[in-house]
C-alpha cells in the first residue's frame, strides 16, 4: 500500500473511533433496536400465546443464507452478535449466490446476505403471496485477482481484464512480452456465484467466461490453487484477504499475490484496499445486501439492525470493506 492510501485508510479508521460518529449512528440504530423491541413487545401483546412468533429482535433460533463469498465478513458478524445477545441464535448456510436465492424463493429461510437486489420480477413473486421484502445496503467489498507468487504479472489493464474473462487473451505472452507463452489458467469459486454473475454482467457483457476458465468449490480453494499454480489466475472476494487482524486472511495473503488494476492503460493502478474502493479507484467494487422476507419483527430484523448500527458497521470497516453509513473523510497526502 501506498502512503496516500495507508493515510487515508487510518484517516477512515479514526473516524470510527470519534465520539461525533459515535453519537449520530450509534445513538440512531440503538433507537432503531430499541424501536423494533418495543413495537414486537406491543404487537405480540394482542395475541394469544399460540399465535406468537418464537423469535424477537434478540432472541430467538432462525436460518438464513449468505453467499460464500462474504463468509468472514458475515462470520465476524454473526460472533459479535452472539457475544451480545445469548439467546439469539442464528444458523447460515453459505452458498453459491444463485443457490442462495432459490432456497430464498422457497421459503427455506428468510434473511439473504448477497451482492446484489432483488429484481422486479423477483419481488413480484414475493409481492404475491403479500410478501414486501425489506432490502438494506450495508456494506461493499470487492472482487480481487490473485496470482501465484512467481508470477511477473501483478499489473493489468481494466481492459486486460475483459479480454481474459472473454477468451480473447488466451496466453501470459499476451500480457506482456516477457512472460512465458503458457496459457492463462482462470480460476473462480462455482459457476453459479455472484462473483461470476458480476463479471459477466457489470464488466465482461457476455454470456460465458473464456475456455481455459473451470470453477473450484470455495474462495479458499481458489487461493490455495493459485498458490500451487504458476500459471493461474484466480478472483476471490476480497474480504478472503483483506482483514490484517485475522491470521488466516494473513496466512492466505503470503500464499498469492493480489493484483493492481489500471482502469485506463498507462494510467496509476489500484490494488483492492479500502481508500481506492472508497474513491471508485478500484474498478471492481460490488455491494453487501440484507435481503429480508420475514412479516414480522423478530430476529431477522434485529440482526440486520445491528450490522447496520455504528458497532456492525465497525466490524466491516476493520474486515477491509467499506461501511455503508460511516462518513469518511479523505485526505490527500502530498509529498514535498
Given at each position: ?142 472482487v480481487a485477482f490473485i496470482v501465484n507468487p512467481n508470477n511477473r504479472d501483478t499489473v493489468f489493464d481494466l481492459q486486460q481484464i475483459k479480454d481474459i474473462l472473454a ?170
Amino acid at each position: 500500500m501506498d502512503v496516500g492510501a495507508f493515510f487515508v485508510q487510518l484517516k477512515m479508521e479514526k473516524m470510527l473511533k470519534g465520539k461525533p460518529l459515535g453519537k449520530i449512528v450509534e445513538g440512531r440504530w440503538s433507537k432503531v433496536l430499541a424501536l423494533f423491541i418495543l413495537l414486537f413487545s406491543v404487537s405480540t401483546s394482542c395475541q394469544n400465546n399460540t399465535d406468537r412468533a418464537s423469535d424477537t429482535p434478540t432472541s430467538g433460533n432462525i436460518n438464513a443464507l449468505a453467499d460464500a463469498t462474504f463468509f468472514p465478513i458475515v462470520q465476524a458478524e454473526l460472533d459479535v452478535f452472539h457475544s451480545v445477545y445469548n439467546n439469539a441464535h442464528i444458523k447460515f448456510e453459505f452458498l453459491p449466490e444463485s443457490e442462495a436465492f432459490k432456497k430464498l424463493f422457497a421459503d427455506s429461510a428468510r434473511l439473504l446476505i448477497a451482492s446484489r437486489r432483488l429484481s422486479i420480477d423477483e419481488r413480484k413473486f414475493f409481492e404475491q403471496k403479500k410478501i414486501y421484502p425489506k432490502e438494506i445496503l450495508v456494506g461493499r467489498d470487492a472482487v480481487a485477482f490473485i496470482v501465484n507468487p512467481n508470477n511477473r504479472d501483478t499489473v493489468f489493464d481494466l481492459q486486460q481484464i475483459k479480454d481474459i474473462l472473454a477468451g480473447k487473451i488466451l496466453s501470459w505472452r499476451e500480457v506482456s512480452e516477457d512472460n512465458s507463452n503458457d496459457k492463462l489458467d482462470i480460476v473462480f469459486d462455482h459457476p453459479q456465484s455472484g462473483i461470476v454473475r458480476y463479471m459477466l454482467d457489470s464488466i465482461v457483457g457476455t454470456d460465458s467466461l473464456s475456455p481455459y476458465s473451470h470453477a473450484l468449490n470455495s474462495d479458499t480453494s481458489v487461493i490455495n490453487y493459485v498458490a500451487h499454480h504458476k500459471n493461474a489466475i484466480g478472483m476471490i472476494g476480497v474480504s478472503w484477504i483483506s482483514d490484517r487482524d485475522d491470521s488466516t486472511a494473513l496466512s492466505f495473503t503470503y500464499q498469492i499475490k493480489v493484483c493492481a488494476i489500471r482502469p485506463i492503460k498507462n494510467d496509476r493502478s489500484y490494488k483492492p484496499y479500502q481508500a481506492y474502493m472508497a474513491l471508485e479507484q478500484y474498478p471492481f467494487i460490488r455491494n453487501i445486501w440484507m435481503i429480508s422476507t420475514d412479516p414480522h419483527l423478530g430476529l431477522v430484523d434485529g440482526f440486520t439492525s445491528f450490522v447496520a448500527s455504528d458497532k456492525g458497521q465497525r466490524i466491516i470497516l476493520k474486515a477491509g470493506l467499506l461501511p455503508a453509513i460511516a462518513p469518511l473523510r479523505l485526505v490527500n497526502v502530498r509529498k514535498d
